[in-house]
């Protein structure tokens, strides 16, 4: 894991997904697969490698609990992105970490540090 974590980034907007891509690269790992719509985000759910996924919440009206349905259904771990609480969450997705938008980079890390605790002694930053 010395180049970091292969990572699914599913954002609507054009600009907050190359903010959030670029962060993430920053912290050492890389992007494999994006998506900002439902329907692409399931295909690539269930088809894409990767090791976590960081999900928007709201993608054009749409929301995106079938697509964490489907990650949850593989046993990959993922994360919210969004500017709303978790209380328009389905209910067994509320136990899940939320990135509050605007994200940081200290908060993004931290959130993937929590996810993979022994990768992140790895991974140079």
Same mark, same amino acid.
């Given at each position: 894991?010395?180049? %970091? @974590? ?10 907050? $997904? ?29 088809? =894409?490698?990767?090791? *976590? ?7 054009? %009206? ?5 697509? =964490? ?5 593989? %046993?990959? +771990? *993922?994360?919210? =992105?969004? %500017?709303?609480?978790?209380?328009? @969450?389905?209910?067994? @997705?509320?136990? $899940?970490?939320?990135? $509050? ?15 993979? +605790?022994? =990768? ?6």
């Amino acid at each position: 894991m010395a180049d %970091g @974590l292969s990572v699914f980034l599913v954002e609507d907007e054009a600009l907050i $997904r190359m903010m959030i891509a670029e962060m993430v690269e920053e912290l050492g790992h890389h992007v494999v697969a994006e998506a900002d719509n439902v329907r692409d985000a399931s295909a690539f759910a269930m088809t =894409a490698q990767y090791d *976590f996924a960081i999900l928007d919440i709201n993608l054009m %009206g749409v929301y995106v609990d079938p697509v =964490a349905d489907l990650i949850e259904r593989r %046993g990959k +771990p *993922f994360l919210f =992105a969004t %500017g709303y609480g978790p209380e328009l @969450l389905p209910s067994l @997705l509320r136990r $899940r970490p939320i990135l $509050r938008k605007p994200i940081a980079l200290d908060q993004l890390k931290t959130m993937i540090d929590s996810l993979f +605790p022994d =990768a992140a002694a790895k991974v140079p930053h």
